[in-house]
Every structure is written in C-alpha cells, then in structure tokens.
C-alpha cells in the first residue's frame, strides 16, 4: 500500500487549508489512519485519527475547535480540515495506518505505513 498526502501550502495566520491523504493498493478498510505533524528540530506530534471501520475518531488537544478530521469512503481518502491555523501550526504533516489499540493511537511508532508528507507553512 501507498499513502499520499497533499493540500500543504503557504497560508497566513487565521487562514484554512485542506489536507488529503488517498490510499492506493489497498482500502483503510480495517486499519486506523492518522494524521501527525513535525516541525523542524521537533519529533512528530499526533494530530488526529480516523477509525475507518466504526468512525471513531480522535484530535488532538493543540487543535481542537479548529481542525476537524473526515473521511470520503468511496474515495477511499482521509481529509484534515484546518482552520484558524496558527504560526505553530507549520510543519510537515503525514499521514499513516496502523492497526494498534485505540489508546496507542497518539505514538507514530505504532504506525507501518507512513506517506510522504506535505508542507504547511502559517505565516505571522
């Protein structure tokens, strides 16, 4: 299976962007998919996750009230909708699948799959 994430980009403070991320090979049928951010110098910080079967989802309390995760089932793509995005919002932003236990889900070393990232650059 591949992940892709796209949608980063170049955004000032208080604007919204909307990440993807599509899976080929396979569906997440089954799996947990999750959204994690790096900054630079930074380790990679849980953000959100989907469970694909059950809808169960999970954010993260740096982000909540502004990003909101979703799903297109049909597509087979998870999304992040991120709004009132921050300066401290910048980073990398991946997404990956794992099929841990749901209070595991915040740990990036519990996922296999990972995705190449896509870049969110907030502006002051």
């Known amino acids: 299976v591949q992940l892709q994430a796209s949608g980063g980009g170049l955004v000032q403070a208080g604007g919204s962007l909307r990440l993807s991320c599509a899976a080929s090979g396979r569906t997440f049928s089954g799996y947990i998919v999750g959204w994690f951010r790096q900054a630079p110098g930074k380790e990679r910080e849980f953000v959100s996750a989907?469970?694909?079967?059950?809808?169960?989802?999970r954010i993260a309390d740096s982000v909540k009230g502004r990003f909101t995760i979703s799903r297109d089932i049909a597509k087979n793509t998870l999304f992040l909708q991120m709004n009132s995005l921050k300066p401290e919002d910048t980073g990398v932003y991946y997404c990956g699948t794992t099929r841990i236990v749901w209070s595991e889900i915040a740990n990036p070393e519990q996922y296999d799959v990972w995705g190449r990232g896509t870049l969110v650059t907030v502006s002051s």
């Open positions: 989907f469970r694909w079967s059950g809808g169960t989802t």
